[in-house]
């Protein structure tokens, strides 16, 4: 899934929210459709000459209440993003009233509600447990990776790599990431954490995004990690996980993994065409 090549330089309307502070620039093209190079959305994503995000997220019209498509910092493409979706399932359900919503993307199509509280709540879908579908770069046992450590291999629309460690806040998540992010058993990359049991149904975790790098929260990474500690007998299969961002809960049922957290709109905001310009 390419970067939009056609540049736009007209002025661009642009949501920032926020889940568990893992950040946002949600862009509606609903009414008005747009472009964006590469070159673009990664100077949006700068935190200094742009307005920064972990993840960049398109609405767009589709077969359901809304198609959404999502880019890293790097201006890559990303199939999925967990905390995105709750933060714009949230934004849907304000815009039309509704308590629930069917939501497409790369990944599939998702299922999102108002869990109450101001809590919003998303299946992500059945995690991906087999080597080709996460992907990896061949044919091995996904529960232990042949890696230093022998982390778990899971794909939720995305690749993820974790690390069950005795303490979390001890490991060195940005050396760890670096090194990994780019192994070659991961042909697509991916997204690393770094977790530790508290108790058999509570996980401390930390993340660093592919594309980003460290993050002070991931979705999509909290649905991996709950789905390798149940594979790996550590938890059950409801898990409250506490991020440096704050904390999620993931239930992984029968009908995929759903988690359930807050979120925030934090501003409106106006892209220049003088800064779209220089960037493209």
Known sequence: MPA?????TSPLPFEKMH??????????????????????????ADRHRGVGFDQLAVITDGAHDAHLTFYN??????????????CIARHLMTETGKTALTLTTAR??????DAGGGLTSVNMGQPQLDWDEIPLARAMDTLELPID?????????????????????AADLAAIGAAHERHPLFPE??????????????????????????T????????AAAVAAVRRGLTGRRVTI??????????????????TGPTAHVFSGTLTPDFLKAAQ
Request: aromatic share 6%; with cysteine; proline share 4%.
């Open 149 to 169: 450590g022998a982390p778990t291999a899971t794909g939720m629309g995305n690749p993820h790599c974790t690390f069950f460690v005795e303490d979390a806040e």
């Open 73 to 86: 910092a790097d201006g890559s493409a990303s199939a999925a993003c967990g905390n995105a979706t709750r």
């Open 242 to 259: 506490d991020l440096d961002g704050g904390r999620i809960a993931v239930d992984w049922r029968d009908d995929g993994v759903w988690m």
């Open 216 to 223: 002070l929260a991931s979705g999509s990474s909290s649905c």
């Open 4 to 8: 939009m090549s056609a540049p736009d």
């Open 108 to 113: 599939g199509t998702l299922q999102a509600c």
């Open 189 to 214: 990359r991916t997204n690393v954490q770094i977790a530790s049991l508290i108790a058999p149904d509570h996980l401390r975790m930390r993340v660093w995004e592919r594309g980003v790098g460290v």
């Open 19 to 44: 889940g568990l502070g893992n950040d946002f620039v949600v862009v509606d093209a609903r009414m008005r459709p747009f472009a964006l190079t590469t070159a673009q959305i990664s100077a949006i």
